[in-house]
């Protein structure tokens, strides 16, 4: 495994790459590149970048803010943002087309690179991701996310979001308890607001039909067994194919990392 900083118009994004195998993998597979959640890292991804490159170029960032990557000046942490810094350092790589894999937070930003840049964007898999927040009917979103979205604005946020992130641990192994709580305690304020609000205005149903419009796109998602409500984005857009790895919570590819993988061969296949 080995770590290089890249330099982008923004800033410093930090990558992950596997190191490649002894014998040499079908080069005319795409490379995939995987993209974290919300208080992780590319180092949420170590295990499935090393299972990857035994096929093929494997690659993980750190978001704006995240790990060893710098903090946006602007604390602009939306999606779109988020996004635009993977293209600079597609850019960086010399990568004109890629598999895009982006778990919970992670999977937002895909989807605004994808509809952004279809034309780069080869196939998708969107890992537990959020529902579309902008779908649910007023009466549900006041009930259910206007009080968390309120919490965020007093002095309470850091604890409504670990409440949050204990219910998503829910189903989850000991070990992704501990590691998840421990990135959280480690993650600055300014990002853990920052892609929380990213998520709540994040229309991901427009990008997934923007996406999709566009000639020969796929999207596939690999759920924990808790991501099936009427907003849930496969529930919303049914083209979506759905593999859901049981026993696992939000973080799957912790809890369960070589069924994790297979799923994920299962989706790419040889693109």
């Not at 850019?91 to 895009?100: C, K």
């Not at 690179?113 to 279809?118: D, H, I, K, L, R």
């Not at 026993?247 to 297979?262: Q, R, S, V």
Request: with cysteine; charged share 10%; proline share 7%.
């Amino acid at each position: 495994m080995h770590s290089t900083m890249l330099a982008i118009p923004n800033g410093h994004i930090h990558i992950l790459e596997a190191d490649a195998p002894i014998v040499s993998v079908a080069s005319e597979q795409l490379p995939i590149v995987f993209v974290h959640g919300m208080a992780c890292s590319a180092n949420t991804w170590e295990s499935q970048l090393t299972h990857t490159a035994q096929f093929r170029r494997a690659i993980a960032i750190d978001l704006r803010g995240h790990g060893d990557s710098t903090p946006p000046a602007d604390d602009n942490y939306s999606p779109a943002a988020c996004a635009a810094d993977l293209f600079a350092v597609l850019a960086a790589l010399e990568l004109e087309q890629i598999v895009l894999v982006g778990h919970s937070f992670g999977a937002c930003v895909a989807l605004a690179a994808a509809a952004a840049q279809p034309q780069t964007i080869a196939q998708l898999v969107l890992v537990d991701p959020p529902g579309d927040c902008t779908q649910l009917p007023p009466e549900v979103y006041q009930e259910q996310l206007a009080p968390y979205e309120q919490a965020l604005a007093t002095d309470n946020w850091r604890s409504a979001i670990e409440a949050s992130f204990r219910q998503a641990l829910a189903g989850g192994t000991p070990a992704t308890h501990e590691y998840i709580l421990a990135r959280l305690a480690a993650t600055p304020k300014a990002a853990l607001l920052g892609t929380s609000r990213g998520l709540f205005g994040f229309q991901a149903v427009d990008a997934i039909d923007q996406y999709l419009s566009a000639p020969g796109t796929q999207i596939q998602a690999i759920l924990a067994p808790s991501n099936h409500l009427p907003f849930s984005l496969h529930n919303l857009r049914p083209a979506i194919t759905t593999i859901t790895l049981p026993a696992t919570g939000h973080w799957l590819m912790l809890d369960a990392p070589e069924a994790f993988a297979t799923a994920l061969h299962t989706c790419v296949g040889t693109v």
